[in-house]
């Protein structure tokens, strides 16, 4: 059982910058993919960037702004978000897949945090 905790969620202006947080408990980060989805008030939730071994992977509305990166001395994982936009306002969630697929698919990720919410103000 692994256990997932965001953190790092704020309210900031649009450009601003951010650091979340992917905490782990009950196993190590690095033997998988990290998945970071986002659900913005009256939407589904969509996929955001995940991380593997040795490849990060971005929505292309996130791409040059947001960047994955793994901390494994600290078992966590990081997602920078810079120049926000409004638009980036949703909870974001972590969420692991044991089989490392790097799949876009939701369904693919076993384990979740409870989320982190971000606010973009304009």
């Known amino acids: 059982q692994v256990n997932l905790v965001e953190s790092g969620g704020r309210v900031v202006q649009a450009g601003d910058s951010l650091t979340l947080t992917c905490d782990a408990n009950?196993?190590?980060?690095?033997?998988?993919?990290i998945g970071w989805f986002r659900q913005a008030p009256g939407k589904d939730r969509e996929f955001v960037a995940a991380?593997?071994?040795?490849?990060?992977v971005y929505e292309d509305s996130v791409k040059g702004r947001f960047t994955l990166s793994r901390d494994n001395d600290k078992n966590a994982v990081h997602l920078q978000m810079n120049n926000v936009i409004p638009e980036d306002t949703a909870v974001y969630y972590c969420?692991?897949?044991?089989?490392?697929?790097?799949?876009?698919?939701?369904?693919?990720?076993?384990?979740w945090g409870q989320g982190a919410q971000v606010t973009v103000s304009s």
């Open positions: 009950g196993d190590t980060l690095r033997r998988y993919s």
């Open positions: 969420a692991l897949d044991p089989l490392g697929s790097m799949t876009l698919d939701e369904y693919d990720y076993d384990y």
């Open positions: 991380i593997s071994w040795i490849t990060t």
